[in-house]
């Protein structure tokens, strides 16, 4: 059978390790996607230390996936070979349970969660649900998408559900991994934008991602 890399945590609190492992085959409703970058992310730790209840270890961790179809099982309805897609956390429901009856997949209670519950993508192919897909443009370099589909749609969509309308002004502190994204969205989506973090160090690039205001927490009281 052929070979891939992936990187897994064989225990928690395990170190990573490098291996071999054979490429997985998409089961009915599956694809199998070839992976052209994955992001890190903080929630990673989670698989890492074994601090989410359930993992069944080895695992591979990895939920800012982005990559190309590059097989599709049996009833998988529109998706093709060759499609760019990426997938985060969110990566599969089961479509009986009470939340999903309800439309509300998120929390099912039998939720897949890539890199978590289910291998992710710290490996050169990995297996997921059709449901956890979402289409990446052609346009979009993969090192760019693959955080938009955890982190960017974390920021994404705490703004588009906060109530707030431009030209209302928004706070974003820490300007992070998240926070980088917070200041881009918020200000191309017309709000008046104040970035903060900590010291002057983070000034350039919050202004350069179009904050309009910067405010140093050390510096005196942020309110």
Request: aromatic share 8%; glycine share 12%; proline share 9%.
């Amino acid at each position: 059978m052929p070979k891939m890399r992936a990187v897994e945590v064989p225990s928690a609190k395990a170190p990573f390790r490098l291996v071999e492992r054979e490429i997985p085959q998409p089961g009915p409703r599956e694809v199998r996607i070839k992976v052209q970058a994955c992001g890190l992310c903080h929630s990673d730790s989670l698989t890492k230390e074994g601090i989410w209840p359930g993992i069944v270890y080895p695992r591979v961790p990895g939920h800012e996936i982005a990559g190309v179809i590059d097989a599709v099982g049996e009833a998988v309805p529109e998706w093709r070979p060759g499609q760019r897609v990426g997938v985060g956390w969110f990566g599969g429901n089961c479509g009986y349970c009470e939340p999903c009856r309800h439309g509300d997949f998120i929390t099912c209670r039998n939720l897949k969660i890539t890199g978590v519950l289910e291998d992710g993508g710290y490996a050169d192919y990995v297996v997921v649900p059709f449901e956890a897909l979402a289409r990446i443009p052609y346009e979009l370099k993969p090192v760019e998408a693959a955080p938009l589909v955890c982190a960017g749609v974390t920021t994404f969509n705490s703004l588009r559900n906060a109530g707030a309308r431009p030209p209302d002004l928004i706070a974003v502190l820490g300007i992070g991994g998240l926070g980088h994204l917070g200041v881009q969205f918020a200000a191309k989506m017309g709000f008046r934008t104040v970035a903060i973090a900590r010291g002057q160090d983070k000034e350039p690039l919050a202004r350069k991602l179009g904050a309009h205001h910067y405010i140093d927490s050390q510096a005196g009281n942020v309110a």
